[in-house]
């Protein structure tokens, strides 16, 4: 067994507990509730502790101990950035989680301003990168917080409302495409680019309104299209994108 010195790391131990009550017991550490007990598994979560190897054991009364195996303490997984840097924070969003020493069967948590009433559930990527949805909160600029992972600076998320399309002008272009397309629409941002259909491009940010997009051109002789449009933030691989449903027909020039 092993996990993290900073603690939350879940302990399966496999066995006969026939009392109703166990508990865990980490080196000279005080005794602690078994966090479940199921037929003959039983779980503990580790507190923090020095990073070194403990002898583990259970007891169903605190009086007589039965030996384990050993637990190795690692030293604490780091923090080093989160990206992006600002997303709409409805609990859908995904934050990336960039640091080291990640375990596996660790129990990490994100929030903003360390309020532990409105939190998520990180997934392990691997022992560079978690996952993290955005806690559901208030817009603004705000402090990360990963329980269960040291950061020795700030790591900041700016909450932003979701942009909305209203409508495309103009509705249509000829196939050949570089038609510049404007679509209007409300919470835009000078990161914002467009998508038409599956097919993702640049935009540019006319007024607070406002963004330009080039038509790319369509290969069939008539065609519709949804045009959406997503705030990508640095480090963001993929935009989160509006669903407006707004249509943009593709016709064939006349000759």
């Not at 003959?40 to 195996?69: F, I, M, Q, Y």
């Not at 997303?87 to 640091?99: A, K, N, Q, R």
């Not at 409302?161 to 404007?182: A, C, Y």
Request: net charge negative; glycine share 10%; aromatic share 10%.
């Amino acid at each position: 067994y092993s996990g993290s010195e900073t603690g939350g790391t879940m302990v399966t131990i496999m066995g006969s507990f026939p009392s109703a009550q166990c508990y865990c017991m980490f080196g000279n550490s005080a005794p602690q509730s078994c966090n479940s007990i199921v037929d003959d598994v039983v779980t503990c979560v580790t507190s923090a502790h020095n990073a070194k190897t403990v002898l583990l054991r259970v007891s169903p009364d605190k009086s007589v101990w039965t030996n384990v195996g050993t637990f190795k303490f690692l030293e604490r997984p780091t923090l080093h950035e989160v990206y992006p840097s600002k997303g709409t924070c409805d609990g859908t969003s995904m934050m990336t989680i960039s640091g080291s020493g990640f375990l596996s069967n660790g129990v990490y948590k994100c929030s903003f301003e360390e309020d532990t009433s409105r939190v998520t559930g990180a997934s392990f990527v691997s022992d560079k990168i978690l996952h993290c949805p955005t806690p559901v909160f208030s817009l603004g600029i705000h402090t990360i917080s990963v329980f269960g992972v040291y950061s020795s600076a700030r790591a900041l998320f700016t909450c932003f409302e979701k942009p909305q399309v209203i409508r495309i002008i103009p509705s249509f272009v000829n196939l050949d495409g570089g038609t510049l397309v404007r679509v209007v629409g409300r919470n835009l941002d000078s990161e914002i680019t467009c998508k038409f259909g599956k097919n993702v491009f640049p935009a540019s940010l006319i007024t607070s309104t406002e963004v330009g997009c080039l038509s790319p051109r369509l290969t069939e002789s008539m065609g519709k299209v949804n045009v959406e449009i997503g705030i990508r933030a640095e480090g963001d691989v993929t935009a989160d994108f509006t669903e407006s449903g707004q249509e943009f027909l593709y016709e064939k020039a006349a000759t």
